[in-house]
């Protein structure tokens, strides 16, 4: 009886091993998978229309910086943009850039005066950056900026 019971002790205690594996192996990847869904919808917004989902990408978030003044304003911007997304390199594309969207933002509106930013008016400054991130893009393009925000305190 003995050989008996130590084989099923054996078995059980493969079973239990096997059953820890497959427990840490699906949590592994379920983690891996929510981590890359995550990244890859960071900063998403998506709104229904009748002709299907439309995308605003919303991840640069609220950018604060100042101006080039000897006694800087400081400017708040929020920047979204709306892209397809069914585009799925160029959704991960945007997920990658984020930091030199940004940075790319916070150099324009640092580089100019207040009294520039003023006598350019907000389309203008939306054409500029709009120009400048297309440029850091390869796989598709950005066709218009908004603002959510845009305020200047002096």
Known sequence: MGTILDRLYQILRITLFLLIA???IGSLYGLIRLSAHKQAAAGEQVV?????????FSGLGRIR????????ATIVVSIVFPYDKNDVAFTEELSTHI??????????FSSLSL?????LGEEDIKKTLLDRF????RLGSIKTLYFNDYLIFE
């Open 65 to 72: 910086t100042q101006t080039a003044d000897p006694k800087p």
């Open 99 to 108: 930091g030199e969207l940004r940075q790319t933002a916070v150099g324009y």
């Open 48 to 56: 229904s229309n009748d002709t299907g989902q439309e995308a605003y």
């Open 22 to 24: 497959i427990i840490i």
């Open 134 to 137: 297309n440029k850091l893009l």
């Open 115 to 119: 009294k520039t930013l003023k006598s």
